[in-house]
């Protein structure tokens, strides 16, 4: 599945930044290639039978009332192998949901908090003592810094209406609502700058609610907390 899942990474259309970014891109893929094969399967036989069945000099067009079964098995056979698929379908997108949605990692390196507005990002991080909701902590408006590699739970919170807090390189996508704390997690995988987007209409500047993420490694990332920590600053 992993390796499937690099498919989008490899031709070049958008980078694998996250531990289940290839989760994703796999059941796209599987999504994509057992509906592409049954409508060009569909397609072809459509046409099939439309020159078969015409209208020939001497003959009438043929007129198939569905009555006859030996024609619908057309219909039943092919009904009853798009079921089967679409089980599969269905098991791969509840295993991918599950681990992703449900199956929240413990033990976090970091938990970071997430605030949505109109029409800015919020970025609450912990400082130097590592932990949340202390007078250490950094805010940023519209950058999120993280380190490459550590696991990260993030609190997605929204201050009006609804945000939908979206990076594409990690296929993170995730509704903020209002008066809710929705617990999420990312562990990064790559190194650099990267898009932070607003996927839900939230009013007239939604299209410029955007924002970065600037995933680093350990030793600039460490600069970066000591360089902007309250508590170090005022010494």
């Not at 033990?107 to 997430?114: F, K, L, T």
């Not at 990064?188 to 700058?193: D, F, S, V």
């Amino acid at each position: 599945m992993e390796r499937v899942g690099h498919f989008f990474d490899d031709i070049g259309l958008i980078r694998i930044g996250s531990s289940y970014a290839a989760d994703i891109d796999f059941l796209i893929i599987l999504v994509l290639v057992v509906v592409g094969v049954w409508f060009l399967a569909a397609e072809f036989v459509f046409m099939y039978f439309i020159v078969k069945f015409r209208e020939k000099p001497g003959r009438r067009a043929d007129y198939i009332d569905g009555t006859n079964k030996r024609h619908k098995r057309w219909i039943t056979y092919p009904h009853l192998a798009v079921l089967v698929f679409d089980v599969l379908i269905v098991v791969v997108s509840f295993k991918v949901w599950h681990k992703i949605k449900i199956d929240l990692p413990e033990n976090p390196d970091a938990v970071i908090r997430v605030i949505g507005q109109q029409w800015a990002w919020t970025f609450q991080h912990p400082g130097a003592d590592a932990e949340l909701d202390t007078p250490d902590d950094i805010f940023t408006i519209d950058e999120l810094h993280v380190e490459n590699g550590k696991l990260y739970h993030f609190k997605l919170e929204a201050l009006d209406v609804l945000h939908s807090f979206s990076v594409p390189v990690w296929r993170i996508k995730q509704d903020a609502i209002p008066g809710r704390s929705i617990t999420g997690w990312f562990q990064p995988t790559m190194i650099g700058e990267f898009d932070v987007q607003c996927t839900e209409i939230c009013g007239f500047g939604h299209g410029v609610m955007a924002g970065k993420v600037m995933v680093e490694d350990p030793a600039t990332h460490s600069a970066w907390i000591e360089a902007n920590t309250p508590a170090l600053l005022a010494e």
